[in-house]
């Protein structure tokens, strides 16, 4: 899979009355313009294990997390879990994995970092 963002990047960092309803437009120079909508995005597990795992190896940082065997993995990236949200690009053959680390900081500090836009292939 190809990622489309070259650094993460901070999406958001405010109060968790904001962070649940936070949205915002992402310019992927190959594929155009997508939305994320932090309204829309699942857990990265819920993507299945196997595809999960291949997208922790591509994100530097990212760790899978048993606690015990059979358990349903964690994915994390430091303290934050890993999200992952699927778009269609302009021409909408291409879907897109925008994977995101967030979570609560601090108390009441709630972040969003953007950790990839891969292409679905």
């Keep these: 899979m190809k990622n489309l963002v070259k650094k993460k990047k901070r999406l958001f960092d405010g109060a968790e009355s904001d ?11 190959d594929l155009g313009p997508v939305l994320f909508d932090n309204r ?7 993507l299945g294990e196997r595809q999960a795992d291949a997208l922790v190896g591509l994100i530097p940082g990212a ?8 358990d349903t993995p964690a994915y994390k990236q430091g303290n934050l879990a890993l ?22 900081a601090q ?15």
């Design 40 to 46: 829309q995005v699942q857990y990265l597990w819920e």
């Design 63 to 70: 760790i899978k997390h048993l606690d015990f065997p059979g």
């Design 83 to 104: 999200y992952v949200q699927r778009v269609t690009g302009r021409d909408d053959n291409h879907s897109m994995f925008i994977i995101v680390a967030a979570g609560e």
């Design 19 to 29: 962070f649940y309803v936070f949205s915002s437009m992402l310019d992927t120079t």
């Design 107 to 121: 108390p009441a500090r709630f972040v969003i970092d953007l950790c990839g836009v891969f292409v679905d292939e």
